[in-house]
């Protein structure tokens, strides 16, 4: 049964050939047996998820059941849940129990899915590997000893080892993407405020977009078109109508234009991976859809931009975590200033510390202009290439990561090469558009993922041609032994 | 070459919406502790600000008055510096763009001379909450009830040359922001503060070095700062010193202002765009929509107060100080249909006098201004002096009914029957032999004399300019 999609859950309950308390159970016996060796969760929900299964079983008997009503899922910790501790895996808030709802959960408890945890990531979603956790890092399920990507690693981990069919997520600059492909999962991450980011804990304000980890696209357009939506406690929300994304999954590939940027198969690019990537694309011509070459010309700077905008943002968004109202507070402390410099330098992590100072240091005085405005400048160009693209094609191809899965530890002390882990993500979000990342082969029993990006709002072609994919290929379907 | 001060000032007003600027919470002052704060008020991880449209309207509305040019795009900004009652670690305010741009502002001395005092712009922004150091035991309490209120903040142009001139513009632009029923105006409550700064020059040398003076909550206090900053700085120059710039703090208690942090001292507050919320755009039309609803403005209304009631500048400019009182000064004038200039005299001299030993504001004055109407129809009329008038309104402040009531249970009515005051006239003239061969010698100042006895045998009810003509018809005939 754990081998079911969201979609196939579904039909299992609606045919009664198992019940949510049932399937519930499954799950959380399967996290009990292998979240010691995973790290996925920081909290698990046993209770409430059986009261929940119970509940969904009883609508379900009473027809009063939605396609997902009953089907368990997973949160990341950075979605604010009402009377569930929320921790951001901080030290910050490990005591900070949400006293309202994001409005993302909120849709997906209203839809009846069962919650079954809180899952790990990187501290405040700041990193790519998952070890920025006060929880301790989260293993990779293709590979204990290597990272899982981040910053929504335990989602990921969760969905690529069966803990869950499908788990929240969020993505600045990468966050599910990366994850998603150094997993084996399915990760998007739709057009910026497209989903609501009330009661979703903020790293970059301007970039960070909730979206979803699954099995298959299928259940990624399912799960996006219960959660998505304007939202008026969001101002940043789109007031864009939702679309069945559902309704659109079959639709042909034919004469679909699909660019392959040159800026991102360079040297940079594992040759293994860019070989996988060029042989999905073949994939998607045999289908009908037409393979363009591109350029996106500012490419290479958007890992320096990303960096600034994001950091500059968190250092304010983080100011909120001074020990006063909230959160950790240091022992006995002495004046104000110690209050402050105390609460947040033994509640904050390192990786997180050093985010705030650079920020704070290119907000200041004397420093604004050449680092943030500079920064939003080469932001619009960024914007600029991919709005001229997206008028000769319909989507555009590439790989998620450079690498597959590295080793934990591997780039902890170069957090230049960690950062550089993103080079083909962060430039989606500047831009603020739909990408997705599913899997698409295999290197050294690594999955490799693929990257999908769409034009503005154009989700529903992006899981279109995601999913065709997923007709054609079996790489989404497959699963790490050891855990099987 | 003589001293010369140039001040500019910041005034925050906090405008009269029901819910705060970016959350739904209330506004109301007094509130318990923490009572109007939710999670957005609270800075919680993961929320979000959402714009009270209210107070883009309001906003607009002031722009207009000010003959400001509105800004169609205007950006909110983050202001950030750490301090317990500002919850998220950053003000929302608006920076680089703010709603309001450059305007002007007539300031009318009370001679009547009008000054134009440029407005720089006007900003909407959050106020932050209160830390409370007493009552804590070496700890600080925060109550954020006031934070998320908003506030408009207007930056004047440093065109003011003098406290007076500087307390001139802010009782202006107190009751500008009346009339726009904008703010409440109540300093003590802080829905209007003002911060200054202040600096020194000799006429024809580029401006002093400016220092701000925080901490400004009456309209006292303000002109007793700035004339303490603006010696104390001259007597620094005076001695060989240089003007740092620095935030100053005024005590109320000393009159003096004291050193609160220098300029190195002073927050780095790393500006940049607000990316929770949009940029602020609105349209031509929705600004029409708010200049057609904008009621006629101070200035204006004082140059119609001269023009159409024939009022003096000064009678002009203290009626106009806020819209109740020359509503009703307006309303009685109407209702007794008699001389503008005395309704004037009435309203600022009898009434305001009761009101303020009171300390009751116009709108709830006893004496209405039916009421009013009706005394001045009898002094019009002469049915009572003017004299006794005042013993009338006293009655009518204390609840005994209308003028004529009043009038009629007291036996009042001035006694205007001539041939009535003749007799009496004639018969004081007859009983006086002594005092009217000394006024017929040329004593003259006993005519007064006359006039008292008449009074009081009328018990003060005669109408004295009939008494005098009388008297003097009566005193001809015989000396001839």
């Known amino acids: 049964m754990y081998h079911k999609t969201v979609s196939e859950l579904s039909k299992a309950l609606a045919n009664k050939a198992i019940s949510s308390v049932e399937l519930t159970k499954l799950y959380l016996e399967r996290i009990k047996q292998y979240n010691p060796l995973l790290n996925a969760y920081i909290t698990l929900t046993e209770e409430l998820a059986l009261a929940q299964a119970k509940q969904a079983d009883q609508a379900r008997a009473q027809g009063q059941a939605t396609l997902l009503t009953g089907v368990p899922i997973a949160h990341k910790d950075i979605f604010c849940t009402e009377g569930i501790k929320t921790s951001c895996a901080s030290k910050m808030l490990d005591n900070f129990i949400a006293p309202y709802e994001s409005t993302l959960t909120a849709k997906i408890k209203q839809a009846g899915m069962v919650l079954l945890g809180k899952t790990n990531m990187d501290e405040f979603a700041m990193g790519s590997s998952n070890e920025n956790s006060y929880y301790g890092a989260c293993k990779n399920p293709w ?62 304000s301007s970039l960070d977009q909730g979206g979803i980890l699954t099995y298959t696209a299928e259940d990624a357009a399912l799960l996006l078109e219960t959660i998505a939506g304007f939202d008026p406690k969001d101002s940043t929300s789109a007031v864009e109508p939702v679309p069945s994304y559902s309704k659109n999954l079959n639709d042909s590939l034919k004469g679909v234009r699909i660019g392959l940027p040159k800026e991102y198969f360079t040297s940079q690019l594992d040759t293994t991976i860019g070989t996988t990537i060029h042989t999905a694309a073949k994939e998607l011509e045999k289908l009908g859809a037409n393979l363009h070459e591109i350029s996106l010309p500012n490419m290479g700077l958007s890992v320096p931009a990303y960096y600034v905008i994001a950091l ?67 932001r619009r160009l960024i914007q600029e290439d991919f709005i001229k693209a997206f008028k000769e094609v319909d989507i555009i191809l590439g790989p998620t990561s450079p690498t597959t899965a590295f080793k934990i530890n591997e780039k902890v002390d170069d957090p230049v090469a960690m950062y550089l882990a993103d080079i083909y993500t962060v430039a989606i ?33 992006l899981l279109n041609v995601s999913h065709q994919y997923q007709q054609q290929t079996d790489w989404h379907r497959q699963m790490p032994s050891q855990f099987n | 070459m003589t001293w010369e001060a140039v001040i500019g000032l910041e005034v925050h007003a ?76 950053y003000q929302i305010t608006q920076f680089e763009l703010p709603i309001v741009g450059k305007g002007i502002l007539a300031v009318a001395d009370p001679e009547g001379n009008v000054k134009k005092i440029g407005i720089t712009r006007a900003h909407l922004e959050e106020d932050a909450g209160k830390s409370l150091h007493e009552d804590f035991h070496g700890m600080t309490g925060i109550d954020l009830n006031r934070a998320g209120t908003p506030l408009l903040e207007i930056v004047s142009e440093p065109d003011l040359r003098t406290a007076k001139e500087a307390v ?49 909550n009456s309209f006292r206090f303000i002109e007793r700062a700035i004339d303490y900053e603006i010696q104390r700085q001259i ?147 002469h049915t009572i002096s003017g004299k006794i008038a005042k013993s009338v309104f006293e009655a009518m402040w204390a609840g005994e009914g209308d003028a004529d009531t009043i009038i009629s249970k007291q036996g009042l009515k001035q006694v205007t029957d001539s041939s009535a005051l003749e007799k009496i006239v004639a018969e004081i003239i007859a009983n006086s ?48």
Request: charged share 20%; aromatic share 8%.
């Open chain 1, 312 to 378: 500059a943002e968190c250092s304010s968004n983080l100011a909120r975590y001074d020990g006063v109202r909230y959160g950790y507070r240091c022992q006995d402390p002495k004046d104000l200033l110690d209050l402050y410099m105390r609460s947040r330098g033994e509640g904050l992590g390192a990786e997180v510390k050093r985010r705030i100072m650079i920020g704070t240091y290119t907000l200041s005085a004397g420093y604004y202009d050449a680092y943030y405005l500079k920064a939003q400048q080469i």
């Open chain 1, 429 to 461: 979000n500047l831009a603020g558009l739909p990408g997705i990342s599913i899997p698409a082969g295999f290197s050294n029993g690594l999955p490799i993922g693929m990257q999908l990006i769409g034009n503005y709002f154009a989700e529903a072609k």
């Open chain 1, 143 to 204: 590979d204990i000893e290597r990272v899982p990507g981040g910053s929504s690693g335990g989602s990921a981990v969760a969905v690529a080892a069966r803990l869950a069919p499908a788990a929240t997520g969020t993505d600045t600059g990468g966050s599910l993407r990366q994850p998603g492909a150094l997993t084996g999962t399915t990760g998007l991450k739709p057009t910026y405020g497209r989903i609501s980011r009330y009661g979703m804990i903020a790293f970059a």
């Open chain 2, 14 to 89: 906090q405008l009269k919406t029901k819910s705060k600027i970016f959350s739904e919470s209330a506004t109301q002052y007094g509130a318990e502790p923490n009572t109007q704060a939710n999670a957005i008020d609270l800075g919680l991880p993961g929320v979000l600000p959402v714009l009270n449209k209210e107070v883009v309207k309001m906003a607009v509305k002031f722009g207009l008055a000010v003959n400001a040019n509105i800004n169609l795009k205007s950006i909110f900004a983050r202001k950030n510096y750490f301090y317990p009652d500002l919850p998220k670690g």
């Open chain 2, 235 to 381: 007597e620094e120059i005076e001695h060989g010193n240089k003007i740092v710039q620095e935030t100053r703090l005024y005590n109320a208690n000393t009159h003096k202002t004291k050193s609160m942090r220098s300029k190195e001292e002073a927050n780095d507050y790393r500006y940049f765009p607000e990316p929770d919320l949009l940029p602020l755009v609105i349209d031509k039309a929705f600004i029409e929509t708010i200049a057609e609803k904008l009621p006629e403005l101070p200035e204006a209304k004082r140059q119609r107060f001269i023009s159409q009631y024939g009022l003096s500048a000064y009678d002009a400019g203290n009626l106009i100080s806020s819209q109740s009182l020359a509503d009703y000064f307006e309303q009685t004038v109407k209702l007794s249909a008699t001389d503008p200039k005395i309704t004037a005299n009435w309203i600022m001299g009898e009434l305001s006098a009761a009101l303020n030993k009171h300390d009751l504001t116009i709108e709830h004055s006893p004496v209405t201004t039916t009421m009013l109407a009706g005394l001045l129809k009898r002094i019009h009329d």
């Open chain 2, 168 to 216: 001139l513009y802010l009782k202006a632009l107190h009751a500008l922001v009346r009339y726009l029923d904008i703010c409440d105006g109540n300093m003590q409550e802080g829905s209007f503060r003002c911060d200054a700064n202040v600096s020194v020059h000799k006429i024809g040398e580029p401006f002093g070095t400016r220092v701000e003076i925080k901490n400004l």
């Open chain 2, 433 to 480: 032999p002594e005092q009217l061969a000394d006024y017929l010698a040329g004593k003259e100042r006993l005519f007064s004399y006359f006039v008292g006895q008449t009074m009081k045998a009328t018990k003060g009810q005669a109408n004295p300019q009939q008494v005098n003509e009388i008297l003097k018809q009566q005193l001809k005939r015989v000396t001839h």
